[in-house]
Nanobody, 124 residues
Framework: QVLLVESGGGLVQAGGSLRLSCAAS????????MGWFRQAPGKEREFVAA???????HYSESVKGRFTISRDKAKNSVYLQMNSLKVEDTAVYYC??????????????????WGQGTQVTISS
């Protein structure tokens, strides 16, 4: 059974930083694509960042240059370092695992396993 558990969310002021963690069990973060998505109230779940099993990194245009995804094989965990946070980054952030091909990487329907989510709130 695959289990993903996020942590690290919270309330910070605009311009601040947060680091989200996703602890995985039941599969290795090295052998599958790992990703972060977010969902704001009234909006669809959207792609934020991913690291594929081969080690390539992918980011949405809205976070490129501010967010960094990384993984720790020893801890079987994935992280999302978020800097220069904006009010519009406010959302529930979800960790995901799966085997999407490159053309479907940004589509949440192609990711098989999800965490429960962690709330990130940015105040102005």
């Amino acid at each position: 059974q695959v289990l993903l558990v996020e942590s690290g969310g919270g309330l910070v002021q605009a311009g601040g930083s947060l680091r989200l963690s996703c602890a995985a069990s039941g599969r290795s973060v090295s052998n599958y694509a790992m990703g972060w998505f977010r969902q704001a109230p009234g909006k669809e779940r959207e792609f934020v960042a991913a690291i594929r099993s081969g080690g390539t990194y992918h980011y949405s245009e809205s976070v490129k240059g501010r967010f960094t995804i990384s993984r720790d094989k020893a801890k079987n965990s994935v992280y999302l370092q978020m800097n220069s946070l904006k009010v519009e980054d406010t959302a529930v952030y979800y960790c995901a695992s799966g085997q999407p091909i490159l053309s479907t990487l940004r589509d949440p329907r192609y990711w098989g396993h999800w965490g429960q989510g962690t709330q990130v709130t940015i105040s102005s």
